[in-house]
């Protein structure tokens, strides 16, 4: 099962919000993360920091229960000249 979410839904307000943190890790077994970015050293950039480290939290509690979990990234460029 894939999921998709978008960077942008944790800063929209009212009932269109969603945080990483409402959403059930034990669902999908993909989730597609829109955007991050690649730095002039073409390594992998996540502009949010928090949201990076609680999808590392959730990849570390499926690892605990011997489930798989992996990470798909969308890239963008529009911010590199």
């Known amino acids: 099962m894939v999921g998709y979410y978008g960077s942008w839904a944790t800063y929209r307000p009212g009932a ?3 945080s990483i943190d409402n959403i059930d890790p034990y669902i999908c077994t993909h989730l597609i993360y829109a955007f991050a ?4 050293d073409n390594k992998i ?3 949010d920091r928090v949201f990076l480290g609680q999808l590392l939290l959730i990849k ?3 690892r605990n229960a011997h489930q798989h979990f992996i990470f798909h990234f969308i890239f963008s460029n529009c911010h590199r000249p």
């Open 37 to 40: 970015g690649v730095g002039y």
């Open 60 to 62: 570390i509690a499926r």
């Open 16 to 18: 269109g919000k969603l």
């Open 45 to 47: 950039r996540v502009s």
